[in-house]
């Protein structure tokens, strides 16, 4: 009986074996049956309209041509352009419903004729759609997603680089569901992310890789009747299919690289493939249908793929070189305005190489100047005539230092003390000019690298050069500019991701590292290199080469005998970021994020310097006159609530001893969010904390700095309470007695980040990323309002009380749309008329409701229900002056400006950058009685400017 029982055991486990090992098998791919549908040349892009017609934008022949749904050929228009260059490749076009057509950034009618051409650089577009209410959305590689509605008015601008969920890393392709809701695919992050028709995040799916639901530079999309989504995964060679949650279905290999890829009405697929990959000219293009596969989505089981953010590298493309215009926006704008800025971090230090009594710092606050024998600095802002305050770059050229600033160049004459700032015609494209160079091989030359691109000037012409794309990409930048000291004809130009070389004598570029030539040496196996920080030839041994790298230390590569040397730097495990390094005859000195390293050359032993343990050193390097001294930038830190550093040092490397030269005062961080004016003092919320100054004792003080504080109030009942809502919650400081009170989720917060807070009564209301919030002084109680309690959304953006009425709480939300919530009977009334997406301020003023927003400032009246709109621009603040006779309006970045505004004879004074203002963004606006004056918040410092009401 026993050995029946094993015997049938054993054929039970022999079957289940069996069973498993066919369960493992990988399914087969599936293999549609695919037929070509139009073959051609000189495609640059297809699309479909709503009656499946096909057209196709054929760039180098600058022509449209349409086939109808069986293939057939209908028609031929030739596009009016005679001027301009060809539509490469990359164009995008988009039929509307008139018959007219969209192609980058211009339109153009039935006919061919360009009737219209819009504000952005339509290098930019990769993608744009219409939906059903004939709202055009607009994909832009610069990470913005801009939507339109039917009259070409803007209803919102989105998007940063990043690869937090809705950020983005070269947006390539974009579709839209019935809803209106958006799938746009990450040509970088490998992932598609998913959004409302209002531009709020839903969700993402994807990661870098081959496997199912995993993605190689993403780019086509489009959705079927069934919102079954189709993702061309070009470098993969397929097309994926999910469901509208996000879930993998099936996937279908494709011969060749696939970009574009559309659905017609019966579900079918079209997708193009090209036998010259990403030439402008040559090569035959071939338009595949697939029909419709609706059987195998609804018998695929849905396969659940997680988000992982794992960017991978892009292509290299590279452009010829484009003449730009450039103009004089400004020459020496003395100004009444002051500025409060702190250099709090240092981009570049400069001993200068004419005048030996001089150092410059180019600085987050301005441009720095220290006097050595007269130990005296002197500050340079945009009230003395700077471009903008923060400065990354500085070269010296006779009597002429250049500034490279965040939004342009200023030419300093160090004799006449002019000023003289130039401005760029393609502002998009062109800003943060990380630093400037006097060529050496040539001396007309002056090299700048700017975030987008490589920029050179020449003196005699006076003309700009600017090469874009040589060396940046949707996830590399430009970091700085080397000459090489054996081959002076090399110029070397370091970016995020590669190291690229100008030859002046062949004029031609060649890329000579990468990131993945670091990966490949590293000392210790650890992760893919993050990141190339900078790139120097040694000044004692010009054969030798050094990387800093984030994570992974120092890298040396010798170009002589070709070989690598990788030195981690850091005892964790990823190491830490090196920011600089600067040579010696004996030792190599390098500035990390914590601390100070010295490379001794004859041993290779590495060691920490304890004066600079644990501190930032931004930026280091060695004394041009003095190769016993070092200079060292040390940035502001927090560890473990301690304030750590801040400030210029000079450090002796004999006597191993540093002297602070300049320590950093004022501000806790150059972006202002919020000042409040309470009795003598002014405090002001910043992106790194609380500073105080006050004004009797001429005196700054910085709380802690973990945090963004984004608004500050102080009680109006409780006076001697500060409340500042902040990023990680809700604090209050006792000024009596100097006690803080933290308030985060745990007390029944809905969300750590604060927008807004006001005060009723006995109660103080706050606006929150996730909700609103009250808090009862009287019982010390806590009550939360969410979307499950009726909130209508959840982004709270700005908050404000009815005196005339303290029941009614008016609310301002960041996806849009103004509120009033009755506090007795707990009922929100919508304003449907208010449509503004973006809602950053609001103020009620005597039946009318005043609110800032994406499309600019404007006033509901609540007696005849109507908008007056006062401005257009994108708008942060405002503030109702409080005679009532003048309105500040603080606007936002690409031309910011603060407007006054007279309101009853209509006139208007402009303040900007070059007329003085800190900072081209107005965070915030305060009216100071006492002195007279507005303070102005911005995201390069505060600025005072004088004003009688």
Not at 416 to 421: A, F, L
């Amino acid at each position: 009986m026993k050995q029946k029982i094993i015997l049938f055991l054993g054929i039970l486990l022999l079957l289940s074996i069996v069973g498993c090992a066919g369960l493992q098998r990988p399914k087969p791919a599936f293999r549609p049956s695919v037929a070509k549908f139009i073959t051609t040349t000189d495609l640059s892009s297809f699309t479909l309209d709503e009656e499946d017609n096909l057209y196709l934008l054929r760039g180098m022949e600058k022509e449209i041509v349409k086939y109808d749904a069986q293939g057939k050929m209908i028609e031929k228009i030739k596009l009016d352009t005679p001027n301009d260059p060809v539509f490469y490749r990359d164009s995008v076009l988009l039929p509307d419903k008139e018959g007219n057509f969209y192609i980058n950034n211009e339109k153009f009618d039935s006919k061919g004729k360009r009737i219209a051409q819009f504000h952005f650089s339509g290098s930019e577009v990769s993608d744009q759609k219409f939906d059903r209410k004939g709202n055009r959305y607009v994909i832009r590689i610069s990470n913005k997603i801009m939507k339109f509605d039917s009259r070409e008015n803007e209803i919102f601008t989105m998007g940063q680089k990043g690869l937090r969920p809705g950020a983005f890393n070269h947006p390539d392709g974009i579709a839209l569901d019935k809803k209106g809701n958006m799938y746009i695919t990450e040509w970088c992050n490998n992932r598609v992310q998913k959004f409302s028709a209002e531009g709020k995040f839903l969700f993402a799916f994807g990661s870098a890789g081959s496997g199912r639901g995993e993605f190689k530079n993403p780019s086509g999309i489009a959705i079927d009747s069934k919102a079954f989504i189709y993702v061309a995964d070009t470098n993969n060679k397929r097309i994926q299919v999910f469901n509208s949650k996000g879930s993998y279905l099936l996937q279908i290999p494709l011969a060749r690289y696939c970009r574009s890829i559309g659905v017609d009405k019966k579900d079918n697929i079209y997708y193009s493939v090209r036998s010259v990959y990403y030439s402008p000219t040559g090569g035959v293009d071939i338009i595949y249908r697939i029909p419709s596969i609706k059987k195998q989505l609804r018998a695929a089981k849905p396969k659940k793929i997680h988000w992982v953010s794992t960017p991978s590298l892009p292509e290299e493309r590279v452009v010829t070189p484009i003449t730009l215009e450039a103009r004089i926006i400004s020459r020496s704008p003395q100004t009444e305005i002051e500025n409060i800025t702190s250099p709090n971090y240092v981009n570049q230090i400069f001993p200068d190489p004419i005048d030996k009594d001089y150092v410059w710092f180019a600085t987050k606050g301005g441009l720095l100047k220290y006097d050595r024998n007269k130990k005296r600095w002197t500050t340079y802002t945009t009230a003395q005539g700077l471009l903008n305050n923060e400065v990354f770059s500085l070269a010296r050229d006779k009597d002429t230092l250049w500034i490279g600033s965040f939004w342009g160049i200023s030419k300093y004459n160090l004799q006449t003390e002019e000023w003289i700032n130039i401005n760029l015609k393609d502002k998009s494209s062109i800003c943060e000019f990380t630093d400037v160079k006097k060529d050496r091989f040539h001396q007309d030359y002056i090299w700048f690298t700017s975030r987008r691109g490589i920029i050179r000037y020449n003196k005699k012409t006076r003309k700009f050069l600017y090469y874009k794309s040589i060396i940046v990409t949707a996830s590399t930048h430009l970091r700085s500019i080397e000459f090489d000291p054996i081959q002076s004809e090399l110029v070397w130009f370091v970016g995020s991701e590669k190291i690229v070389t100008y030859n002046h004598s062949k004029d031609s570029w060649k890329t000579q590292f990468t990131i993945d030539d670091l990966a490949q040496h590293q000392k210790k196996h650890r992760t893919d290199i993050h990141s190339i920080t900078g790139f120097k030839i040694d000044s004692y041994n010009p054969d030798l080469v050094w990387i800093g790298t984030v994570y992974h230390g120092l890298f040396q590569y010798n170009r002589k005998t070709k070989e690598w040397k990788n030195l981690p730097i850091g005892t964790a495990f990823f190491g830490t970021r090196v920011n600089s390094f600067t040579f010696g005859i004996n030792a190599i000195w390098i500035g990390t994020e914590d601390g100070l390293y010295r490379l001794d050359r004859e041993t290779g032993e590495l060691s920490q310097i304890s004066n600079f343990r644990n501190l930032k050193i931004g930026r280091i390097i060695q004394d041009r006159y003095d190769s016993n001294l070092n200079w060292l930038a040390v940035n502001p830190t927090w560890k473990e609530n301690t304030y750590l550093g801040g400030g210029i040092y000079r450090f002796d490397k004999k006597q191993n001893k540093e002297e602070l030269v300049f320590a950093w005062s004022k501000l806790s961080s150059n972006d202002v969010n919020d000042i409040a004016l309470i009795d003598d003092d002014m405090w002001l919320g910043t992106l790194h904390g609380i500073t105080k100054y006050s004004k009797k004792a001429d005196s700054w003080h910085t709380y802690w700095g973990d945090s963004n504080v984004e608004v500050i109030k102080q009680d109006p009942v409780e006076k001697r309470y500060i409340w500042f809502g902040t990023s990680s919650g809700v604090r209050r400081l006792d000024t009596t007695t100097d006690n803080w009170d933290y308030f985060t989720t745990k007390d029944t917060f809905p969300p750590n980040w604060v927008t807004s807070i006001t005060f009723s009564g006995k109660e103080v209301w706050f606006g929150t990323f996730n909700g609103l919030s009250r808090y009862d002084r009287k019982i010390h109680q806590w009550y939360s309002y969410t979307t499950k309690e009726g909130l209508p959304m959840r982004r709270v953006g700005c908050l404000a009380v009815d005196e005339s009425n303290p029941n009614y709480l008016w609310v301002g939300f960041k996806q849009g749309g103004v509120y009033r919530f009755n506090k007795k009977t707990e009922r929100w009334q919508s304003y449907p008329q208010i449509t503004a997406l973006g809602i950053y301020d609001i103020q009620i003023e005597n039946g009318k409701v005043w609110y800032a927003a994406n499309n600019g400032l404007a006033y509901y009246d609540l007696k005849n229900e109507v908008i007056t709109q006062v401005d257009n621009r994108r708008t942060y603040a405002f503030l109702l002056s409080p005679n009532k006779r003048y309105i500040w309006v603080g606007q936002a970045p690409r031309g910011g400006r603060l407007l006054c505004y007279n309101r009853k004879t209509g006139k208007r004074i402009i303040y900007n950058c070059e007329k003085g203002l800190a900072g081209f963004q107005v965070n915030c606006l305060t009216y100071d009685k006492k002195d007279n004056c507005i303070w102005v918040g911005t995201t390069g410092g505060v600025s005072k400017i004088p004003f009688k009401d």
